[in-house]
């Protein structure tokens, strides 16, 4: 398997807006979020699908997420914070973790062609990093 995007931004190849890092697991913003804070949570390793981790990977993913939830919580308030496991965009495991108000919101479809609003995205991993 060739090196996915997040192995390049795990390697600093890629820039990325960094919200969390430890020894397994980084978490980084979504340049195309759902929902301002929407955060993608990886393992340090490349495996395509999460169900294919080592347990002590899997585990450490988890965490963070947890993590990561808790701290979108406390900083942005949301009614809900969401996760999603999807795995089709890029062969590397990932859970995306996003504040959300209503259905649509968790629902929504970023456009994908747009160019990231860099702007918003320094001001919110001001607020997320932890």
Known sequence: MS???FTRIIRGEIPSYKVYEDDKTL???DIHPK???HTLVIPKIQVEFIWDLEDVDYDALMKTVKKVGERIKAVLQ????GMLVMGIDVPHAHV????FSTLEESQSVPDQSKEPDHNSL???VKKLKF
């Open 27 to 29: 978490a980084f913003l």
């Open 35 to 37: 929902q301002p804070g």
């Open 78 to 81: 949301p009614p809900y914070v």
């Open 3 to 5: 090196d996915s995007i």
């Open 122 to 124: 320094q001001i919110m």
């Open 96 to 99: 995306h973790v996003y504040p």
